[in-house]
Structure formats: C-alpha cells, structure tokens
C-alpha cells in the first residue's frame, strides 16, 4: 500500500510520529477487569495519533 513494506500501525506510527509503541500489552488479558494502568496507558496510544494519521493518509492517498 503506497509502496510502504511495512503496514501495521505501529510501523506506520513510527514513520510519521516518531512513536514507537511497545505491543507486549497485545497480549494482556483485555477481558480482565479491571485494566492495569499499564494497559490503560497502551489503549491511550494506541489511539491518540488515529485522527492526526487519518489526515496524512487521506492527503496520500
């Protein structure tokens, strides 16, 4: 897609934020409740840069 060799969000993230995201909380236990503040934190991220990365696709594609 768009000539990217990598194309997961934290790859993606990486290249236009400078964010490296740390995925060991992929595999936590997210039915558990309640979530861990690491988890919490993770969720966060994870979902911040959405909107900001929505906009530079959207201005690529």
Known sequence: ILG???VGLAAILEK???IVSDKRMQRTDWGKRPLTPQQ???AVMDTHYLLP????L????
């Open 4 to 6: 990217w060799k990598q």
């Open 16 to 18: 236009n934020f400078g």
């Open 40 to 42: 919490i934190t993770y």
């Open 53 to 56: 990365l929505r906009d530079l």
């Open 58 to 61: 959207v201005d690529e594609l």
